[in-house]
């Protein structure tokens, strides 16, 4: 049973700098791609950023690209989302999924780490 637990959330100004955490376990992730979405308050669920567990290749949104670094730890079953210079508008809930290469959604998911910036 795969199960994405997300940790790291909380109360920041703007700026500022936090580190998301994404512990994977149930399964091994090899073949599948890992993503952090958010859900700002009255918006819906958006992509943030994604990688391939088997080369690491990223991607991002435009409203994060060189803010937000997404990176994994193959030993420690491990995704991060190094998220720098926040914005108030970065403030929602944060959500780890992971999907295998060959499906169309993701289909895994956390259970959500709250993100709060402060102006």
């Known amino acids: 049973q795969v199960q994405l637990v997300e940790s790291g959330g909380g109360s920041v100004q703007a700026g500022g700098s936090l580190r998301l955490s994404c512990a994977a376990s149930?399964?091994?992730?090899?073949?599948?791609?890992m993503g952090w979405f958010r859900r700002a308050p009255g918006k819906e669920r958006e992509s943030v950023a994604t990688?391939?567990?088997?080369?690491?290749?990223?991607s991002y949104s435009d409203s994060v690209r060189g803010r937000f670094t997404i990176s994994r730890d193959n030993a420690k079953n491990t995704v991060y989302l190094e998220m720098n210079g926040l914005k108030a508008e970065d403030t929602g809930v944060y959500y780890c999924?992971?999907?295998?290469?060959?499906?169309?959604?993701?289909?895994?998911w956390g259970q959500g780490t709250q993100v709060t910036v402060s102006s």
């Open positions: 999924a992971a999907r295998h290469l060959a499906a169309l959604t993701f289909n895994y």
């Open positions: 149930g399964r091994t992730f090899a073949n599948y791609y």
């Open positions: 990688i391939s567990w088997n080369d690491g290749r990223t």
